[in-house]
């Protein structure tokens, strides 16, 4: 990790020259002043020589951005500790990308023989543009403290942290499973579909059974109560009526492909609606806009577009 100091931080400024001399690969930043590279011993060697031997105006320059030079160790992978990890039940491992597609490659055989040869349960999330970049641990209170160690000791491990959860959205008045909110006019023929991946519509909706086109459902009662995902798909299908016909919304509405995905209350891992909606996107090409209504008290990047 280069930490730069204050006055280096723009773009322009970054030690790019003495990156590319040493054979460093960028691995992107974490804080604005901090940027990450991978090296390997001959990689770290040159940098030493480019350090003491390149007495060049540019180099020069590069350096001179350069607060401190420090790995990224276990602090920095692992900022909450191992407990509070095993007290969420599941962690959630996010690796370096690189700028380098080889390297990446190398990094996820890599990443999988670490996995395997610790024995641990676990499943990968893909990220479209970039390639397999997260996995989930799903028998954290399993590992024991060696196996840890050994993760934490991975240099193309960035973070160790405890697997979110997600949770809809709060709606500002509970419906209860019984109706739909009323004023729900029939559909027409011709109108788009919007999936709504959320915790399903009530069947006793009776106002918005028309306008739902097709169901998948990933979750049962009692894990989910319908509330949250009776209230979007309503909204996705009349939102113009609902709103006492404001002119910000739409006086047509859309139907609704119905995705009971989503654990309501205190909601499910981050990584079991991704697993969902990936298969529920495979089974519906012909669906082109997917309505999310959720969130996490922690952030999280993970590339969740439809893929093409």
């Given at each position: 990790m280069f930490r730069l100091r204050h006055e280096a931080i723009a773009k322009s400024h970054r030690p790019v020259k003495v990156v590319e001399e040493s054979g460093l690969i960028p691995a992107g930043h974490e804080r604005v002043e901090e940027m990450l590279v991978g090296a390997h011993g001959a990689s770290?060697?040159?940098?030493?020589?480019?350090?003491?031997e390149r007495d060049i105006?540019?180099?020069?320059?590069?350096?001179?951005?350069?607060?401190?030079?420090?790995?990224?160790?276990?602090?920095?992978?692992?900022?909450?500790?191992?407990?509070?990890?095993?007290?969420?039940?599941?962690?959630?491992?996010?690796?370096?990308r690189y700028g380098n597609d080889a390297a990446n490659a190398r990094l996820f055989e890599a990443v999988k023989g670490l996995l395997s040869h610790l024995g641990l349960k676990h499943r990968?999330?893909?990220?479209?543009?970039?390639?397999?970049?997260?996995?989930?641990?799903?028998e954290v209170g399993q590992i024991t403290d060696e196996k840890f160690d050994?993760?934490?000791?991975?240099?193309?491990?960035?973070?160790?942290?405890?697997?979110?959860?997600?949770?809809?959205?709060?709606?500002?008045?509970?419906?209860?499973?019984?109706?739909?909110?009323?004023?729900?006019?029939?559909?027409?023929?011709?109108?788009?579909t919007?999936?709504?991946?959320?915790?399903?519509?009530?069947?006793?909706?009776?106002?918005?059974?028309?306008?739902?086109?097709?169901?998948?459902?990933?979750?049962?009662?009692?894990?989910?109560?319908?509330?949250?995902?009776?209230h979007v798909a309503s909204l996705v299908a009349g939102a113009h009526g609902l709103n006492a016909g404001h002119a910000d919304f739409p006086a047509l509405g859309a139907k609704v492909y119905?995705?009971?995905g989503l654990e309501a209350g205190a909601g499910g891992y981050i990584g079991d609606p991704i697993g969902r909606l990936e298969e529920a996107i495979r089974g519906r090409p012909d669906v082109h806009v997917w309505n999310l209504s959720l969130g996490t008290v922690k952030f999280v990047k993970l590339d969740c577009r439809k893929q093409r």
């Amino acid at each position: 990790m280069f930490r730069l100091r204050h006055e280096a931080i723009a773009k322009s400024h970054r030690p790019v020259k003495v990156v590319e001399e040493s054979g460093l690969i960028p691995a992107g930043h974490e804080r604005v002043e901090e940027m990450l590279v991978g090296a390997h011993g001959a990689s770290i060697a040159a940098l030493r020589s480019v350090i003491l031997e390149r007495d060049i105006k540019e180099i020069r320059a590069n350096l001179s951005a350069i607060a401190r030079i420090e790995p990224w160790g276990r602090a920095q992978r692992n900022p909450e500790g191992t407990l509070a990890v095993q007290t969420q039940g599941r962690a959630l491992l996010r690796f370096f990308r690189y700028g380098n597609d080889a390297a990446n490659a190398r990094l996820f055989e890599a990443v999988k023989g670490l996995l395997s040869h610790l024995g641990l349960k676990h499943r990968f999330f893909r990220q479209g543009r970039h390639g397999w970049f997260f996995a989930s641990l799903l028998e954290v209170g399993q590992i024991t403290d060696e196996k840890f160690d050994q993760l934490l000791s991975f240099p193309g491990l960035r973070r160790l942290m405890p697997e979110p959860r997600m949770q809809s959205a709060a709606t500002r008045r509970p419906i209860g499973a019984a109706a739909a909110p009323p004023h729900l006019a029939r559909p027409i023929e011709g109108l788009p579909t919007v999936a709504v991946f959320d915790t399903g519509t009530s069947a006793a909706a009776t106002d918005l059974r028309p306008w739902v086109v097709g169901t998948k459902t990933y979750v049962l009662p009692p894990d989910t109560d319908h509330e949250h995902g009776t209230h979007v798909a309503s909204l996705v299908a009349g939102a113009h009526g609902l709103n006492a016909g404001h002119a910000d919304f739409p006086a047509l509405g859309a139907k609704v492909y119905d995705v009971c995905g989503l654990e309501a209350g205190a909601g499910g891992y981050i990584g079991d609606p991704i697993g969902r909606l990936e298969e529920a996107i495979r089974g519906r090409p012909d669906v082109h806009v997917w309505n999310l209504s959720l969130g996490t008290v922690k952030f999280v990047k993970l590339d969740c577009r439809k893929q093409r």
